[in-house]
Structures are given as C-alpha cells and as structure tokens.
C-alpha cells in the first residue's frame, strides 16, 4: 500500500489553523483520501497528557529547556504511536502544529535557538518530518484579534505572552520557510476562510496529483 502524506498547518495564534484544518479535511476527503486530523501538542494519550502539563498553570511552571524536552517528549509519543501508523496504513496525516510551532516558539521567540531545539527533535523523533508544511500568515495581531474576537481575553500559557514574543515566533516561521523552501510554504491568511482554503489547496498541488 502507498504511503499516506504528512501535512502540519502552522501558524501564530488565531490565524486560523483549526479553521482551515477541518476545511482541508473535507477537500481531501472529496478527493478520495483517507484521512486522520490531529494536533500537537498531543494526539496520542501520553502526549495529550502532557499538553495538559504544558498548557495549564502559572506562566513560570516550566523553564524554557524544561519546555522545549516535553514538547519534544509529546511529539515522540504523537509520532510513534499515531502518525507513523497511520502513514504505514495509507492515511493522509493533517496536523494542528507539529515541530516547526517548537522551533518557532521555543527555539526563535523563547532564546533557546533553533538548532537546539531540532537537535531535540533528531533524537525524540529520529527528525521526521512533515511531506509539506503550511504556515498560515497574517499581519502583527491580526490574528490575536482573532482569537479575542473567539475567547475573550483568556489565552493559554503561552498564548498570554507578550507582542513581542508573538513577533518573535512570526519571524521564526519566516526563516524555516527561508532554510526549507521545499516543505515550509507560507500562505496568506487574509480574507475570507474559503479564500484561504484555496491557497492551502495550491500549496498541496504537487502532493496531489
Ligand atoms: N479567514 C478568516 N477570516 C476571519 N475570521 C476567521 C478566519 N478564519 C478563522 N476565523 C476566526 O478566527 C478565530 C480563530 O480561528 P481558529 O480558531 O481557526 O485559529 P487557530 O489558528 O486555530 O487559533 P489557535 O492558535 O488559538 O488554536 C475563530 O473565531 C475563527 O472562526
Ligand atoms: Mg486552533
């Protein structure tokens, strides 16, 4: 049986992500393909339950490498036991955030650098990697206006962080777009979702035919 495609959509807060995700869900499913949505961090039970140690709390529960090793030990879980499986069975895998979000957030905003934390990735992960990666991009809070808009102003641990922080990780899709042109394609998150979608889809061309 062919191997499925591995797809994470990617992005800052708010951009749209699970918006798109569950559009790209449905186009994929009208063209035939078998498909498991999942997201990071999480999709696997032990990953899930670390999401809950990564996402509740005080803001200074964990410090930055702390943060970067569970992250890491989550998407080691969520690989081996839900991906990779699914992959090997012939599904396309579309993923809610997977490691371009650690390299962003961790690696560029947190300090940490981004080779440190792909070195973190190559061991937990052997550094699979996503067929394409989609990074949804909007304008500086434009897309936290969007999640406001949803939730009010209660953000998670580490959505709470400060603009600059956010300008940070933006910066950080950026350059893994710029190091890896082939799997990273940054799309245009403005406009209508239907919009969006069509850029998504354009994007996934060549993995399509
Ligand atoms: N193209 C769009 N134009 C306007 N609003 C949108 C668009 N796409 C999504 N939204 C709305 O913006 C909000 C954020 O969208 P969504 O939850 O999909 O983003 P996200 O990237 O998954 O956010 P988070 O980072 O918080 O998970 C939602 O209220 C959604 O309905
Ligand atoms: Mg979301």
Redesign the pocket.
């Known amino acids: 049986m062919a191997r499925g495609r591995f797809i994470s959509l990617e992005?800052?807060?708010?951009?749209?992500?699970?918006?798109?995700?569950a559009a790209l869900e449905e186009a994929l499913r009208r063209r035939g393909f078998d498909v498991l949505v999942t997201r990071e961090p999480g999709g696997s039970e032990g990953a899930e339950a670390i999401r809950r140690l990564l996402l509740e709390g005080e803001e200074g529960r964990w410090n930055a490498r702390a943060e970067a090793l569970l992250f890491a030990a989550a998407r080691s879980d969520h690989v081996a036991k839900t991906i990779k499986p699914a992959l090997a069975a012939g599904r396309w895998v579309l993923s809610?955030r997977f490691l371009d979000s650690s390299l962003a957030y961790q690696g560029e905003a947190g300090g940490l650098g981004i080779e440190a934390v792909r070195d973190l990735h190559r061991f937990g992960s052997e550094d699979f990697l996503p067929d394409r990666t989609l990074v949804?991009s909007l304008d500086a809070g434009e897309?936290r206006a969007?999640?406001r808009?949803?939730?009010g102003d209660e953000g998670d641990r580490i959505?709470g962080r400060p603009p600059s922080y956010h300008a940070a990780v933006e910066r950080g899709f950026r350059l893994m777009a710029d190091a890896e042109p082939e799997r990273v394609k940054l799309v245009d998150?403005?406009?209508?979702?239907e919009?969006?979608t069509a850029r998504l889809i354009a994007a996934l061309g060549d993995l399509l035919q």
Not at 189 to 193: D, F, L
């Open positions: 992005g800052g807060e708010g951009v749209g992500k699970s918006t798109q995700l809610d949804l897309g969007r999640a808009h949803r939730d959505g998150a403005s406009g209508n979702a919009t969006v």
